[in-house]
C-alpha cells in the first residue's frame, strides 16, 4: 500500500486534441450523421421523472431509522444524485430545448440540480465547455488534476483516498487552475439550491437532507459510477487521451461512456451516441475501451504506474476565448 507511483510530472503533448480532426474525417464520410445532432425531445421528461423519484424518496426516508436512511442513500440516493449530474451534463449541450432556447436549459439544469442538494449547474456549463474546446489545455480544463493532486496522492492507499474525496477535489480545482469572476446564473442557481434546501429541511427535517447530500457525495466518491472520471481521460494506455466504456452503466448515464463518440460530436445527444459508433465502426472499434468502470476503479488504484498525473497535458496556442 506504500509503493509510490513512478510518475512525476504530466504526459505533455504537443499535438492538437484527435476530436476535431476525427469530426472532420467522419462527417465527410458520412454526412448523415448531421442527422443525430439536436435536442433529444425525451431528455426533459426523464430529467422530471427523475427529480420526482428523489422527492418521493425524501418524503419516505424522512421516517425510517437513520441505519436505514444511510443504507439507502448509498444503494439509492447516490445512483440517483450521479446520474443527475450526468442529466446537467447533457443540459449544458443544449439537449433539452436546442441551442435556441439556451436559456430555457440553463433553468432547467438548476431544475434538475434541485435534488443533488449543491449548486453545481451553472458553473459546471461554464467550466465544461472549456473543456471540450481545450481538453487537456494547462491552466484551462479543470478536469486535469492539480500538481498537488498528482504529487501527493502517489500510494495505493492514497489513490484510495483520492477517489474517495473526488467530489472535494472537482469543487476546489477550479478555483485553484482557472478561477472566473462569478456570473449571475452562479449567483441565481445558489440562491434557488440554498432556498430549496431549507424548505427540504423545514419541511421534512433532517434525514431528507442527509439522505440528498450524502447522496450526492458517496455517489461521486467510491462508487461504481464514478469510474466514469478516471475511465474518460486517464492514459492507462500511452498516447491515448479519451476512452469509451460499452458497459450497461450507460443506461443509468445517459451514455456517458461513449465518451470518444461524446467528444467527436458534442452536439449529438448521449441517447443517440451508440447510433455514432454504429453508422461509423471503423473510427471507433480499434480505440481502447472499456466493459467496467468498477475495473477501472480497481486498476487505478494497484497499478503503481498510474496516478493522478496520468493525465495528456498541452501548452496551448493562439487565442483562447473561455466560457
Not at 79 to 87: E, K, V
Not at 155 to 180: D, E, G, H, S
Not at 241 to 251: F, Q, R
Request: aromatic share 16%.
Amino acid at each position: 500500500m506504500g509503493n509510490r507511483v513512478g510518475r512525476e510530472d504530466y504526459e505533455w503533448v504537443y499535438t492538437d486534441q484527435p476530436h476535431a480532426d476525427r469530426r472532420k474525417e467522419i462527417l465527410a464520410k458520412y454526412p448523415e450523421i448531421k442527422s443525430l445532432m439536436g435536442p433529444d425531445r425525451r431528455l426533459k421528461w426523464i430529467v422530471c421523472m427523475m427529480v420526482g423519484i428523489q422527492f418521493l424518496a425524501f418524503y419516505l426516508i424522512k421516517d425510517l431509522d437513520w441505519k436505514w436512511v444511510l443504507f439507502w442513500t448509498y444503494a439509492f440516493g447516490s445512483c440517483i444524485n450521479h446520474s443527475m449530474t450526468l442529466a446537467i451534463h447533457e443540459i449544458s449541450h443544449n439537449t433539452a430545448f436546442g441551442n435556441n432556447k439556451a436559456m430555457w436549459n440553463r433553468y432547467f439544469a438548476m431544475f434538475a440540480n434541485l435534488p443533488i442538494g449543491l449548486p453545481y449547474s451553472a458553473s459546471f456549463k461554464r467550466y465544461h465547455l472549456d473543456h471540450h474546446r481545450y481538453l487537456g489545455g494547462d491552466g484551462i480544463d479543470v478536469d486535469i488534476p492539480t500538481d498537488f493532486e498528482g504529487w501527493f496522492f502517489c500510494t495505493r492507499l492514497r489513490k484510495f483516498i483520492w477517489i474517495i474525496l473526488q467530489p472535494l477535489f472537482y469543487a476546489v480545482r477550479p478555483l485553484c487552475i482557472n478561477p472566473k469572476p462569478v456570473s449571475q446564473l452562479e449567483l441565481t442557481n445558489v440562491a434557488v439550491q440554498l432556498c430549496f434546501d431549507v424548505l427540504l429541511y423545514w419541511t421534512w427535517g433532517a434525514k431528507p437532507v442527509v439522505y440528498m447530500l450524502a447522496g450526492s457525495m458517496l455517489g461521486m466518491g467510491l462508487h461504481p459510477i464514478s469510474g466514469h472520471f478516471i475511465a474518460e481521460h486517464y492514459m492507462f494506455l500511452k498516447g491515448h487521451e479519451t476512452y469509451s466504456y460499452y458497459g450497461c452503466l450507460n443506461l443509468l448515464t445517459f451514455n456517458v461512456g461513449y465518451h470518444n463518440e461524446h467528444h467527436d460530436f458534442p452536439s449529438i445527444p448521449g441517447r443517440r451516441l451508440p447510433l455514432v459508433k454504429k453508422m461509423a465502426p471503423e473510427y471507433y472499434s480499434d480505440l481502447p475501451q472499456y466493459t467496467s468502470w468498477v475495473r477501472v476503479l480497481y486498476d487505478f488504484i494497484i497499478d503503481d504506474t498510474l496516478s493522478p498525473y496520468s493525465r495528456i497535458k498541452r501548452k496551448l496556442k493562439g487565442e483562447v476565448k473561455q466560457e
